[in-house]
Protein backbone atom coordinates (compact mmCIF):
# COMPACT_ATOMS: atom_id res chain seq x y z
CA UNK A 1 0.00 0.00 0.00
CA UNK A 2 1.59 3.54 -1.05
CA UNK A 3 1.98 5.75 1.60
CA UNK A 4 2.93 9.61 1.87
CA UNK A 5 5.12 11.66 3.87
CA UNK A 6 5.36 14.99 3.97
CA UNK A 7 7.51 17.50 5.18
CA UNK A 8 9.21 20.83 5.26
CA UNK A 9 6.32 22.69 6.87
CA UNK A 10 6.32 25.61 8.84
CA UNK A 11 6.19 29.46 9.67
CA UNK A 12 7.35 31.88 7.18
CA UNK A 13 7.12 35.29 6.46
CA UNK A 14 5.44 36.86 3.47
CA UNK A 15 7.60 37.16 0.58
CA UNK A 16 10.17 34.08 1.88
CA UNK A 17 10.53 30.56 0.83
CA UNK A 18 10.50 26.62 1.60
CA UNK A 19 10.73 23.61 0.51
CA UNK A 20 8.25 20.85 0.91
CA UNK A 21 9.09 17.40 0.34
CA UNK A 22 6.76 14.20 -0.09
CA UNK A 23 8.87 10.68 0.05
CA UNK A 24 6.67 7.86 -1.12
CA UNK A 25 6.63 4.35 0.10
CA UNK A 26 6.02 2.71 -3.84
CA UNK A 27 9.06 0.60 -5.86
CA UNK A 28 7.68 2.25 -9.09
CA UNK A 29 7.62 5.79 -8.22
CA UNK A 30 8.63 6.73 -11.53
CA UNK A 31 5.60 5.52 -13.52
CA UNK A 32 3.67 7.83 -11.24
CA UNK A 33 2.04 11.10 -11.89
CA UNK A 34 2.60 13.30 -8.54
CA UNK A 35 0.52 16.19 -7.34
CA UNK A 36 0.70 18.83 -4.15
CA UNK A 37 -2.76 20.03 -2.49
CA UNK A 38 -3.32 22.19 -0.03
CA UNK A 39 -6.40 22.27 2.15
CA UNK A 40 -7.05 25.82 4.35
CA UNK A 41 -9.09 26.03 7.18
CA UNK A 42 -13.00 25.78 6.61
CA UNK A 43 -11.73 25.33 2.84
CA UNK A 44 -12.14 22.48 0.48
CA UNK A 45 -8.73 20.43 -0.41
CA UNK A 46 -7.36 21.64 -3.62
CA UNK A 47 -5.19 20.88 -6.55
CA UNK A 48 -1.86 23.06 -6.31
CA UNK A 49 0.79 21.75 -8.79
CA UNK A 50 1.33 18.13 -10.33
CA UNK A 51 4.06 16.63 -12.61
CA UNK A 52 3.79 13.92 -14.83
CA UNK A 53 6.26 10.47 -14.86
CA UNK A 54 8.07 12.34 -17.57
CA UNK A 55 8.26 15.44 -15.80
CA UNK A 56 5.97 17.76 -17.17
CA UNK A 57 4.39 20.35 -14.95
CA UNK A 58 0.93 22.47 -14.15
CA UNK A 59 0.18 24.62 -11.56
CA UNK A 60 -2.83 26.18 -10.13
CA UNK A 61 -3.54 29.76 -11.19
CA UNK A 62 -2.99 30.75 -7.67
CA UNK A 63 0.60 29.82 -7.22
CA UNK A 64 1.89 29.77 -10.97
CA UNK A 65 5.42 31.56 -11.30
CA UNK A 66 5.50 31.80 -7.62
CA UNK A 67 5.67 27.54 -6.90
CA UNK A 68 7.61 25.04 -8.49
CA UNK A 69 7.23 21.30 -8.12
CA UNK A 70 9.91 18.76 -9.15
CA UNK A 71 10.91 15.05 -8.43
CA UNK A 72 13.70 12.70 -7.58
CA UNK A 73 12.58 9.27 -8.39
CA UNK A 74 16.13 8.07 -7.17
CA UNK A 75 14.51 9.28 -3.46
CA UNK A 76 11.03 8.34 -4.38
CA UNK A 77 10.56 12.28 -3.53
CA UNK A 78 8.33 15.04 -4.75
CA UNK A 79 9.23 18.60 -4.09
CA UNK A 80 7.17 21.91 -3.98
CA UNK A 81 9.92 25.00 -4.15
CA UNK A 82 6.94 27.88 -2.91
CA UNK A 83 8.69 31.63 -3.45
CA UNK A 84 7.07 34.74 -2.89
CA UNK A 85 4.98 33.12 -0.31
CA UNK A 86 1.72 34.91 1.05
CA UNK A 87 -0.62 34.81 3.80
CA UNK A 88 -3.62 32.76 1.38
CA UNK A 89 -0.75 29.84 0.50
CA UNK A 90 -1.35 29.35 4.72
CA UNK A 91 -2.53 25.49 4.48
CA UNK A 92 -1.69 21.96 5.80
CA UNK A 93 0.08 20.52 2.31
CA UNK A 94 -0.38 16.90 1.28
CA UNK A 95 0.90 14.97 -1.61
CA UNK A 96 -0.75 12.35 -3.49
CA UNK A 97 -0.98 10.58 -7.02
CA UNK A 98 -3.91 12.59 -9.01
CA UNK A 99 -5.06 10.07 -11.41
CA UNK A 100 -6.09 7.64 -8.67
CA UNK A 101 -6.03 8.65 -5.27
CA UNK A 102 -4.84 7.05 -2.32
CA UNK A 103 -5.10 7.71 1.14
CA UNK A 104 -4.03 10.86 2.41
CA UNK A 105 -1.12 11.43 4.75
CA UNK A 106 -0.56 13.53 7.42
CA UNK A 107 0.27 16.53 5.65
CA UNK A 108 2.70 19.39 6.67
CA UNK A 109 1.57 23.15 7.86
CA UNK A 110 2.59 26.22 6.11
CA UNK A 111 1.50 29.62 7.88
CA UNK A 112 2.94 32.59 6.40
CA UNK A 113 2.34 35.45 8.44
CA UNK A 114 1.81 38.78 7.02
Known amino acids: QMQFVESGGGLVQSGGSLRLSCTVSTTIFSVYAMAWYRQAPGKQRELVASISYKGSTNYADSVRGRFTISRDNAKNTVYLQMDSLKPEDTAVYYC????????WGQGTQLTVSS
Open 96 to 103: NTPLTLRA
